[in-house]
């Protein structure tokens, strides 16, 4: 063996390559492996180390991946490569070839929003808009077709330049998904978690045909206009409170604060007559202990009939009964349109339900009346 022929092995010996990305940034995606002119020596190291995946391209085409590991580069650890290059009988000399690194860690807490608002349609409010924001965490889950379908040749691929593409899919597809779901407005936000998974569901399909694997999804906020808000919380209001009992309660609270005026002929006047009351319930009280030499006892007056017991009404909500209301919260709830004119109805003595239009004491709802044609006419 000659003298260079010692060199040559010495060098070759010495200076064996290792193929290796040591990542120290948190937004890289993809990584090429930069070669002097992409050549890698005959039994070079490729080390892939955890939360990495090797992909080898040969001239644009995919060939071998190799998961977490540390491997020697020949024909057997490259079997698809070797066959895309016609080595029959292995290699000696430095073939080309890019390598290109992937991150497989899940990337978390990227953001995502509905740029305009979604015009919805509801049942109650007509045509009304919301917006939309939260998070999600991906993963790279198939290398080889994410750097075929989305990397190309770029050298460095960060997050950022995928998550324009992603977030503009999920606003679609959020979109859609809420479109479809037709539920009431103000139940948008209540069921966040539930319309999360629903989103997820849909979009991984759509991630998965790129090679990622949308790993969370979550809807952190729904909003819509104050003005709805408003209106929202006043119709939940009136859908929930006994009308009867709030009267009461007002009525109540307005003597309180009349009584409580000591100052004012109104607040005396008012405080007599709250006594001259408690005087009577006490003495009607003390009346049958009263015996022996008490004088004899005022005539009784007159006790009054019951009050006549007030018409309660039933009525159909998504095809649940509801109730039962009385006539005053009918009208409340045909007012701010829980019930139309169409909406089915049933009170005691009625053989069936029948639609609110068609209930004489109930068409005073639908505005104006027609009389009856004059007799003899």
Known sequence: MGLFDKIKE????EFIDIVEWLDYTDDTICHRFERYQNE???GAKLIVREGQTAVFVNEGQLADVFSPGTYTLDTQNLPILATLKGWKYGFNSPFKAEVYFINTHLFTDEKWGTKNPITLNDERFGLVEIRAFGTYAFRIDDAGKFIIDIVGTDNNFTNFEINEHLKSLI?????????EANLP??????????????CQEVMQPEFQSVGISLEKFYI???????????????????DKLDLDKLTKFKTAKAIEAAAANEGGTAGAGMGMGMGFVLAQQMGGMMSP?????????????AVPPPMPVAVQYYYA????????VSFEQLRALFANRTVNKDTLVWKQGMANWIALKDVEELKAFLG???PPPLPGA
């Open 317 to 324: 909500s998504n095809g649940q009964q509801a109730g039962p």
């Open 220 to 238: 952190e906020n729904v909003s819509m206009p104050e003005d709805l808000k408003k209106e929202i919380f006043e119709y939940s209001r009136i």
């Open 185 to 198: 407005i103000e139940l948008y936000a209540a069921n966040t978690s539930e319309l999360s998974e629903t």
């Open 40 to 42: 890698i020596k005959n």
């Open 368 to 370: 104006g009346s027609t």
């Open 171 to 179: 606003a679609t597809r959020f979109t859609d998904t809420v479109g």
């Open 289 to 301: 202990q009263m015996g022996g030499n008490q004088p004899a006892a005022m005539p009784q007056q």
């Open 10 to 13: 010495k060098l070759t010996n």
